[in-house]
């Protein structure tokens, strides 16, 4: 597709996209960034993508690596953010200490299923908070079929486990309060942003130059130890 129709694509999917990332984060702030970065992603394989239903399936694809990947990225995200050299990366999307959402507290199921191993918490969001196909479910987990049942199956395992209060819920009872807090943690999804493709297209050229910075940094850092190892 031709970088015009992207455009078009944030419009209309951003406001849905948005809110399953409020799913799997249970933050919107943090909702707001994931999807930025997962746009970002989708953006530099645009015109790989065939029409809006493959660049939706990627989109959500992307949502998923980027937030069960997260622990890795805030780790190193404030670790660059502390330095003074590299202090510009605060502003990229994944970068810099994220602050907690000053918004009402998330339902309890879905505080729950945010306590839940990010995997299991994705298989869960996907097939009950979206209500997508299993097929879907595992196209958007990257894994086979069974596997997403299994994840799923797992999930409710836990989750049933972490929500015992004596209830006895069964499988569609469980199902259904799970449906319910989703629901109410989706409804508080923020609007998505005015202008949100220019400022994908920004963050990507932001990206690409910061990672030009780090390799002539990288490259810097590695004269220097050869300059220090032959003049010794």
């Known amino acids: 597709m ?11 999917r951003s406001s849905g996209l948005l809110r399953t990332a409020t799913l799997l984060t249970g933050d919107p702030g943090s909702a707001q960034d994931l999807l930025q970065t997962a746009l970002i992603a989708v953006h530099r394989h645009w015109d790989q993508l065939a029409d809006d239903a493959e660049a939706t399936a990627r989109a959500r694809r992307e949502l998923v690596a980027a937030h069960t990947g997260w622990l890795g990225r805030l780790w190193i995200g404030d670790l660059l953010a502390s330095s003074t050299l590299l202090a510009g990366l605060s ?4 970068f810099g200490p994220q602050l907690p959402d000053a918004g009402p507290p998330p339902d309890g199921t879905a505080a729950a299923v945010a306590r839940l191993p990010r ?3 994705a298989a ?3 097939r009950y908070g979206e209500d997508l196909p299993e097929a879907a ?6 894994c086979p079929g069974e596997e997403a ?5 797992r999930g409710l395992t836990r989750l049933r486990g972490l929500l015992d209060d004596g209830a006895g819920r069964d499988d569609a009872a469980l199902v259904e309060q799970l449906r319910r807090g ?14 949100l493709a220019e400022q994908v297209r920004d963050g990507q050229r932001a990206g690409r130059m ?3 910075g780090l390799a002539g940094l990288l490259a810097f850092l590695v004269l220097v130890v050869l300059l220090v190892v032959t003049t010794r």
Do not use: C, I, Y
């Open 182 to 195: 989703l629901a109410v943690q989706g409804a508080r999804a923020p609007a998505a942003p005015a202008g």
């Open 137 to 142: 479910v595992a196209a958007a987990l990257g």
């Open 91 to 94: 502003g990229l999307p994944g």
């Open 149 to 153: 049942r299994a994840r799923t199956r």
């Open 124 to 126: 869960l969001v996907l």
């Open 119 to 121: 995997r299991l918490g």
């Open 210 to 212: 910061h990672l030009a």
């Open 2 to 12: 031709n970088d015009g129709s992207f455009d078009a694509f944030v419009a209309g």
